[in-house]
Nanobody
Framework: QVQLVESGGGLVQPGGSLRLSCAAS????????MGWYRQAPGKQRDLVAR???????DYTDSVKGRFTISRDNANNTVFLQMDSLKPDDTAVYYC?????????WGQGTQVTVSS
C-alpha cells in the first residue's frame, strides 16, 4: 500500500511557475512508475507526465518544454516543475504510483492559472 500526498498547488498568473510535490509513504517508490495527471472541470483525468523506475520520462505534448518531472527515491518524493503556465493548465493535479496490478492515487492539489 502506498499513500500519496500532493502539495504546492495554488493560484498563479499566466507565464508563472509552480512546483508540485508528491510525498509517498507506506512503501518505497523506487519500484513504481510515478506520474502526474490532471483533471479540469467537466473533463476526464489525463496523464501529464510520468517517470519510470530507470529515470526516463515522457510528457503529454501540451506540456513538453514547459514541465519537468523528477523523482527523489531516497526521500520518497516526486516533483513536477511547471513553468510558463497557461490558463489551459488549470486543473486538479493528481500524483499516481503504478506497478503491475497496483495503482495508487493522491487526493489532488488545485492549480489555477489566471490573471
Amino acid at each position: 500500500q502506498v499513500q500519496l500526498v500532493e502539495s504546492g498547488g495554488g493560484l498563479v498568473q499566466p507565464g508563472g511557475s509552480l512546483r508540485l510535490s508528491c510525498a509517498a509513504s507506506g512503501s518505497t517508490i523506487r519500484v513504481y512508475t510515478m506520474g502526474w495527471y490532471r483533471q479540469a472541470p467537466g473533463k476526464q483525468r489525463d496523464l501529464v507526465a510520468r517517470i519510470l523506475t530507470d529515470g526516463s520520462a515522457d510528457y503529454t505534448d501540451s506540456v513538453k518544454g514547459r514541465f519537468t518531472i523528477s523523482r527523489d527515491n531516497a526521500n520518497n518524493t516526486v516533483f513536477l516543475q511547471m513553468d510558463s503556465l497557461k490558463p489551459d493548465d488549470t486543473a486538479v493535479y493528481y500524483c499516481n504510483a503504478r506497478r503491475e496490478i497496483f495503482n495508487y492515487w493522491g487526493q489532488g492539489t488545485q492549480v489555477t492559472v489566471s490573471s
